[in-house]
């Protein structure tokens, strides 16, 4: 798979559908060509930033205090995407974030073909943990950034590497690739779930 886009989300707090920056980067015959970095401002409702949170990412309420607002960025994030498979790192977490933020403004989440890069990880490479960073450690690369939403995106199609792997094909060239998730067949869920009571924060 030679087409894709990466993204990678940062959430304001442990609630999973609280995104306040989000990283793209678009990906044509294996190379990268081009890519987006937005500042968001999470829905209404769980837009409070938890200190945790800034220690990881270092994004504060006054840098998103005049970002858009996550209903009013999604549709930039789609466009930017086009159709392509998404590719992310821990991709249930990113997956999760789409979801329960649409779910908190009541917008229907859009339809998404999604591959995990930590799954394709464990099936290609022995390591004590498929963190990002060690992932990319074990393929000849080095994050810089970790938590910053588009150096984490960068980071992912760096995954593409085929150093490493002990099939030879690399992470995201191997037999494994094909094991695509679409979005709307992820677990169902209420718009009106309450943000006390779903989502978390992942580890990437």
Known sequence: ?????????????????????VGLVRVRDGIAVEERHWLIRPPKRVD????????????????VATAPRWK????????????????AHNAGFDIGVIRYACAVDSIEWPEMRFLCTMVLSRR???????????????????LVDHHDALADARAVVNT?????????????YGPTSAMWVPLENQPSMSPTCAPENVGSLGVR
């Open 48 to 63: 409070h930033f938890d200190n945790f949170n800034i220690a990881l990412h270092c994004i504060t309420p006054e840098m």
């Open 160 to 172: 593409n590497d085929r150093r490493g792997c002990n099939d030879g094909n690399g992470i995201l």
């Open 124 to 142: 290609a490479l022995s390591l004590p943990t498929y963190r990002l960073p060690y992932v990319l450690e074990a393929l000849g690369g080095v």
């Open 1 to 21: 798979m030679l087409d894709y886009t990466t993204i990678d989300f940062e959430t304001a707090n442990s609630y999973r559908g609280s995104p306040c920056a």
């Open 72 to 87: 009013d960025v999604l549709p930039a994030i789609v466009d930017f995407i086009a159709g392509d498979v998404v590719v």
